[in-house]
């Protein structure tokens, strides 16, 4: 399997098991795992109603881009990039997106493509 392909399985797995977690206060809030395999696009949103109020957010966006996992979005308080390197993810191909471009060096992982 390519590089490419293992990001995909492992990005996409790990958003399934997180979209199987329901919110324990808002049951009525469905997690959504978004999959664009063509463009390398992949997202977990919340969608649904929480009483008399509609919610939407993205909580996790990755791309993957010149075989490498960018994170965009860590709405959770998991250290993704951590979660990423335990399923297989190389730490230096993890680019934290949502990090100034300036200040990445700083951090254990990729700094651009």
């Known amino acids: ?17 997180l979209a199987a977690r329901p919110y324990a206060n808002a049951p009525d809030i469905e997690r959504q795992v978004v999959t664009d395999f063509v ?49 297989g993810v190389s730490a230096t191909d993890i680019v934290l997106g949502f990090i100034p471009e300036a200040e990445r060096s700083l951090v254990k992982f990729a700094v651009a493509l």
Do not use: C, P
């Open 1 to 17: 399997m390519d590089k490419v392909a293992q990001y995909q399985a492992i990005v996409t797995d790990f958003l399934e098991q």
């Open 39 to 87: 463009h390398n696009h992949y997202q977990l949103i919340n969608v649904g109603w929480h009483g008399a109020h509609f919610a939407y957010s993205v909580l996790l966006h990755f791309d993957i881009r010149d075989g490498k996992v960018w994170v965009q979005q860590n709405g959770t308080e998991l250290e993704i990039a951590d979660e990423l390197i335990a399923r």
